[in-house]
């Protein structure tokens, strides 16, 4: 078998599934909570009765903030579940998505590079960017998740937690605009980093697959190859080429997506330019 023939797992079945919900709860928080700040827009109001109405989108709203809670426990449990068996390395070493002085290095490196200057970095199992792409789901859900459920609950936290009324004034500010900032980097700067850049243009499958091709992988991250080579590990990954319902199921999800986010982003810039 030729070497663009040989396939490798990058993620496992239960990251896909963790993935989808993200991507399903991503989605829903975005297009039930979008009409609500642009409600003074035309096609805000619009896409508030498209989904049953102001109170409807509001229901939406919730049964999405409960998807991104329910996978937040979830991959904290995962996380918690390999502490428990001691498995090396998930807080530092070549396998971590904890940052390191490397990824300092190596976002020198890549500058460089697209100015001209240098070899392109040579990134392991996570680069930079996509450790950046994680940590900041966490920061994302403490922020908006969190002043989402002051709104959620106001008189549960003002009776027992004794919270003054000037906090749910900030929480709505907080939450509004959190949000707007994570639908316009999520539905920009990731989608560019994950599926429009010139190598993967115009879609990467590869979070549906849960495959890369070695090719592909030499490429992206030549030094976790590299590594798997020395360690002679690359045969517990080997994976079969992905089937052709996979691929399928691969571009209209993620084209559906891809297009949700670049017509809600445009709508939020054509608003904004107004």
Known sequence: MSADGRYYFRFNLYHRILHGMVIVSFLGLALTGLPLKFSHTGWGSWLSHALGGPFTTGYLHRLFAVVTFLYLGLHLGYVVRLVLKRRPGIFWGPDSMVPQPHDLVQFYQHVRYFLGLGPRPRFGRWAYWEKFDYWAVF?????????????????????????????????????????????????????????????????DPVIFTGRVSEEEWRHEHPAEY?????????????????????????????????????????????????
């Open 139 to 203: 920061w994302g859900i403490s922020i908006i998740g969190g002043s989402g459920l002051l709104l959620w609950f106001p008189t549960f936290f003002a009776h027992y937690l004794y919270l003054p009324g000037w906090i749910f004034n900030i929480a709505i500010i907080v939450h509004s605009d959190e949000a707007l900032l994570a639908v316009g980097f999520i539905f920009t700067i990731h989608f560019f980093n994950g599926h429009l850049r010139p190598e993967k243009f115009p879609m």
């Open 226 to 274: 590299e590594r798997l080579v020395r360690e002679g590990r690359l045969a517990e990954v080997a994976a079969d080429p992905p089937p052709l319902w996979m691929r399928n199921f691969s571009r209209v999800v993620g084209f559906s997506s891809l297009a949700i986010g670049i017509i809600l982003v445009w709508l939020i810039i054509a608003t904004a330019l107004r």
